[in-house]
């Protein structure tokens, strides 16, 4: 098993412009969860999926979408990027009670 | 709402020194309790967990006793070694799906 899996590793924005993050986990989990990671904050839930064709906002939501079309796939979509979205995004899914990250995209926005 | 606290950092040791990582939680219904590890440029992984009062967690070493009286659940271990620097997050789930984490705590080992 490859786990969960997420591209790119790193990224450099301009502001406003948009792009996808990749995440995809094989262990047929159902619920699949995205965090942004900031200094002193730990993690926080963007948006989160308890199986294909439902998703749902977590407790950051604003400038970000998602689709969970598959069991499989769960990408991240930045609108229009700024500067404030400059941060560690993880992906996770989850069996019982605990959760299996991704190795993380470190997004900068300038 | 749901919450976990956990002691600021960074935390600085020396070789085979005592650890402990503060965490305490406030939570409504009876929580599953987390620690989770972050080594650099890596995800979160689990560490151990504890599923109901007075239950011990253990894993590498590390210890949590999921105190309910004084919704505690601190981390320990006896002797760190530099391998153990790392982000540490304590982290509550209350049923759902949901898990909570506090901010992490960085603990740097000094040879």
């Known amino acids: 098993n490859a786990g969960v899996t997420q591209t790119p590793k790193f990224q450099v924005l301009k502001t406003g412009q948009s792009m996808t993050l990749q995440c995809a986990q094989d262990?047929?989990?159902?619920?699949m969860s995205w965090y942004r990671q900031d200094p002193g904050m730990g993690l926080r839930l963007i948006h989160y999926s308890v199986g294909a064709g439902i998703t749902d906002q977590g407790e950051v939501p604003n400038g970000y979408n998602v689709s969970r079309s598959t069991t499989e796939d769960f990408p991240l979509r930045l609108l229009s990027a700024a500067p404030s979205q400059t941060s560690v995004y993880f992906c996770a899914s989850t069996a019982g009670d605990e959760q299996y990250f991704g190795p993380g995209t470190r997004l900068t926005v300038t | 709402g749901d919450s976990v606290t956990q002691m600021e950092g960074p935390v600085t040791l020396s070789e085979e020194a005592f650890l402990t990582i503060n965490c305490t939680y406030t939570?409504?219904?009876?929580?599953?309790l987390f620690w989770y590890v972050q080594y650099p440029g890596e995800g979160l992984q689990l560490l151990l967990k504890a599923t109901k009062a007075d239950d011990k967690g253990s894993n590498k070493g590390f210890e949590a006793t999921y105190r309910k009286e004084t919704t505690s659940f601190h981390l320990e271990k006896g002797s760190v070694q530099v391998s153990d620097s790392a982000v540490y997050f304590c982290a509550l789930k209350t049923g759902g799906f949901k898990t909570i984490f506090g901010a992490g705590t960085r603990l740097f080992v000094k040879a």
């Open positions: 939570a409504t219904g009876y929580p599953s």
């Open positions: 262990m047929n989990h159902e619920y």
